[in-house]
C-alpha cells in the first residue's frame, strides 16, 4: 500500500469526491479548500513534481483542467478562477504527488496571493534572460 495519499485516491482506497476522472486523471474536490469547489487535478501515475511529468500526461492533464474549470464556472458562478501548480515544499507542496489546482475566485472573496514584485536593474533582466535561454532543452 502506498504512503501517497493522492495515490490511494486513485487507487480507491482512501474516499474522495470525484468530479472527473480518466485513464490519465482522477479530479477531486481539495479536503481544505482555499474556496467552495476548490479542485485538484492528479495524474493517476505517481511522480513528484512538473518536471517528473510524462509527455503523455501533458494533454489529458490539461484538457481535465480545461473541462472541470469550465463546470465550476457554469455551477458555482464564478468570476474567475486561479489555476496554478506547487512545486517543492519551499513553494507550498505538501502532497507530493503532482497536482494542479483550480481555485473558484469572486469579487470580494478575501483572498490574497501576497507578492512583492520586484524591479531589475539596468542590464539585469538581459542576464536573468541569457542564463535561462543557456539552459532551454528541447524536448
Ligand atoms: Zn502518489
Redesign the pocket.
Known amino acids: 500500500m502506498?504512503n501517497?495519499v493522492?495515490?490511494r485516491i486513485v487507487a480507491g482506497e482512501v474516499p474522495a469526491e470525484v468530479l472527473f476522472a480518466n485513464d490519465y486523471v482522477v479530479t477531486i474536490l481539495d479536503i481544505n479548500p482555499i474556496h467552495y469547489g476548490h479542485a485538484l487535478v492528479i495524474p493517476r501515475k505517481?511522480v513528484r513534481g512538473f518536471l517528473e511529468l510524462e509527455p503523455d500526461c501533458y494533454a489529458p492533464l490539461l484538457d481535465a483542467a480545461k473541462t472541470v474549470s469550465a463546470a465550476l464556472v457554469d455551477a458555482l458562478n464564478l468570476e474567475g478562477y486561479n489555476l496554478f501548480s506547487n512545486n517543492g515544499r519551499i513553494a507550498g507542496q505538501s502532497v507530493f504527488?503532482f497536482h494542479l489546482h483550480i481555485t473558484p475566485r469572486y469579487e470580494n472573496d478575501d483572498i490574497r496571493f501576497v507578492l512583492k514584485l520586484k524591479k531589475y536593474n539596468d542590464g539585469e533582466m538581459k542576464q536573468y534572460a541569457d542564463r535561462i535561454r543557456q539552459n532551454i532543452k528541447h524536448a
Open positions: 502506498s501517497c493522492f495515490c505517481h504527488h
